[in-house]
T-cell receptor, first 114, second 116 residues
Framework: AQTVTQSQPEMSVQEAETVTLSCTYD???????LFWYKQPPSRQMILVIR??????QNATENRFSVNFQKAAKSFSLKISDSQLGDTAMYFC???????????FGKGTRLHILP | DADVTQTPRNRITKTGKRIMLECSQT?????MYWYRQDPGLGLRLIYY???????NKGEISDGYSVSRQAQAKFSLSLESAIPNQTALYFC???????????????FGQGTRLTVV
């Protein structure tokens, strides 16, 4: 069965700094999708970035980028020039091609300090 | 209007009561999911459905049941609510990640359920 592990329950960084959130996963599949979702205090789930496993190039969305290491089954999120609005829970998620269900890690609570 | 709508947004119920959480979507997606979120445990999958006739148990289905009334509607029921079912519940939809569809889950606003 697939699993997603986020080893950092909580992190704090100063505004404008760069922060990296870790995620590892376990799967026997070769083709799959990985996601980072953000949950601000409003509790809405917002897609931050996605990565297709068959693509070697790391995904980037403005200040958000990933370091996807397929062999190591690692999928970290880097937030550059962090802003107060980045304060939120961040969830790493996996979706396989075999049964399509989406599974989540336990989350990392990120605090951006002024 | 939201693409994925959950009702109610908040609910307090008593132990032993039956309660239904409803989810409807206008995305036209085949796949629908129910998750519960607890502090420190992330989102855990309760049930998921790939079409009206295809219902699957997730990792924590005990104490829950679901009904896929139509492609656009997926309801979650607690037959006899208990206090440890107090949680934030999310409904989500997605297209199949295969083919030309972009893999992404779209979430409702969540239902805060408290069982007293």
């Amino acid at each position: 069965a697939q699993t997603v592990t986020q080893s950092q329950p909580e992190m704090s960084v100063q505004e404008a700094e760069t922060v990296t959130l870790s995620c590892t996963y376990d799967t026997s599949e070769n083709n799959y999708y990985l996601f980072w979702y953000k949950q601000p205090p409003s509790r809405q789930m917002i897609l931050v970035i996605r990565q297709e496993a068959y693509k070697q190039q790391n995904a980037t969305e403005n200040r958000f980028s990933v370091n996807f290491q397929k062999a190591a089954k690692s999928f970290s999120l880097k937030i550059s020039d962090s802003q107060l609005g980045d304060t939120a829970m961040y969830f790493c998620a996996f979706q396989g091609n075999r049964d399509d269900k989406i599974i989540f890690g336990k989350g990392t609570r990120l605090h951006i300090l002024p | 209007d939201a693409d994925v709508t959950q009702t109610p947004r908040n609910r307090i119920t008593k132990t032993g009561k039956r309660i239904m959480l409803e989810c409807s979507q206008t995305k036209g997606h085949d796949r629908m999911y129910w998750y519960r979120q607890d502090p420190g445990l992330g989102l855990r999958l309760i049930y998921y459905s790939f079409d009206v006739k295809d219902i699957n148990k997730g990792e924590i289905s005990d104490g829950y049941s679901v009904s896929r009334q139509a492609q656009a509607k997926f309801s979650l029921s607690l037959e006899s609510a208990i206090p440890n079912q107090t949680a934030l519940y999310f409904c989500a939809t997605s297209d199949s990640p295969q083919g030309h569809h972009r893999a992404e889950a779209f979430f409702g606003q969540g239902t805060r359920l408290t069982v007293v």
